[in-house]
Structures are given as structure tokens and as C-alpha cells.
């Protein structure tokens, strides 16, 4: 299970990266009326992958495995 979260962790905050590589890569322009034009989306969407990751990553690294009874 651990490991699980270790890797959902990381193809999270990838997730996260590309994310805001494709929010530069896209850009922000201006139209001539003034009108704003940028991926906006792609902000929160960011950071929402990132801090999932972030908390996964964590819960990964802190995950421990019951003691059996016996």
C-alpha cells in the first residue's frame, strides 16, 4: 500500500506540472476588446494536483502497517 501511495503521489504532482507548463505554454493575451484571454482553468487545477499530492506523499511515507495479533 505504501508504495501505491508513493507512486499516485508522484503521477500527481506530474499532473500538477504539466498543468502549469500548459498554463505557460498557452499564455495570456488581450483581445482588442479589452477582453482578457488565458487558460485560467488550469490554475486550481494545478494547485488542487499538487496539494493532493503533497498530502498523499506524506500519507505514503507515514503509512504503517497494523501489528497482527495473534
Known amino acids: ?27 495570456v493575451r488581450v ?13 486550481p487545477i494545478g494547485y488542487l494536483l499538487g496539494g493532493a499530492g503533497v498530502v498523499t506523499g506524506i500519507a505514503g511515507l507515514l503509512w504503517r502497517k497494523p501489528a497482527r495479533r495473534r
Open 1 to 27: 500500500m505504501k508504495r501505491t501511495l508513493i507512486r499516485l503521489s508522484l503521477l500527481l504532482l506530474a499532473g500538477a506540472v504539466v498543468s502549469a507548463v500548459a498554463y505557460r505554454l498557452i499564455g
Open 31 to 43: 483581445e482588442a476588446d479589452g477582453t482578457l484571454r488565458e487558460a485560467f482553468p488550469l490554475i
